[in-house]
């Protein structure tokens, strides 16, 4: 196999129909126009062409839509129970110490009062102290500031799982 094929995981993306193909893709993100975008844009030769798909859908996404994404994500230190993407990107909270949970519960509320919506970031690879600074340092910006935040974060959480399904055999 040379390096310019397309790989398994992604062949295999490409040749789902479209209803397995949706499914899929709102297991990365539940924004229904996100998975629209990136379904009327198959086959992707790349995964860096999917990559750039997400991209552009995630950039495209209305308030709404960011709505419907935020939506699927569970807050800071309550993963999903039984979901484990969800268990693994919060990997950084597992080992917290009680005071550093409580202290995320609470500032999970204060976010979500002010902003109406679940505290999102890529938590992968963060620990629980690093999340706990960013909520704090994001409670604090404009609800329009925090929008772009959120999108960007988003985009990078999408692209993890895109990576994960491209990569599957």
Not at 26 to 36: H, I, K, M, Q, V
Not at 60 to 79: K, S
Not at 85 to 101: D, I
């Amino acid at each position: 196999m040379t390096s310019t094929s397309t790989p398994p995981g992604l062949a295999r993306f490409n040749g789902l129909g479209e209803s397995a193909a949706r499914a899929a893709l709102r297991e990365a993100c539940t924004s229904g126009a996100w998975a629209d975008r990136l379904l009327a844009a198959r086959p992707y030769a790349t995964a860096d062409d999917l990559y750039a798909a997400n991209d552009a859908a995630t950039a495209a996404l209305t308030a709404a839509d960011l709505a419907e994404a935020m939506a699927g994500h569970p807050p800071i230190g309550r993963p999903k129970p039984g979901d484990p993407t969800s268990a693994r990107e919060q990997r950084g909270m597992s080992g917290a110490s009680e005071e550093l949970k409580a202290q995320m519960l609470e500032l999970n509320l204060a976010y979500q009062d002010r902003f109406g919506h679940v505290f999102l970031i890529c938590a992968t690879g963060r620990t629980g102290e690093q999340m706990r600074d960013a909520v704090k340092e994001r409670i604090g910006n404009t609800p329009e500031q925090e929008r772009e935040i959120v999108r960007a974060e988003l985009g990078k959480i999408n692209r993890i799982r895109l990576a994960r399904l491209v990569e599957e055999d």
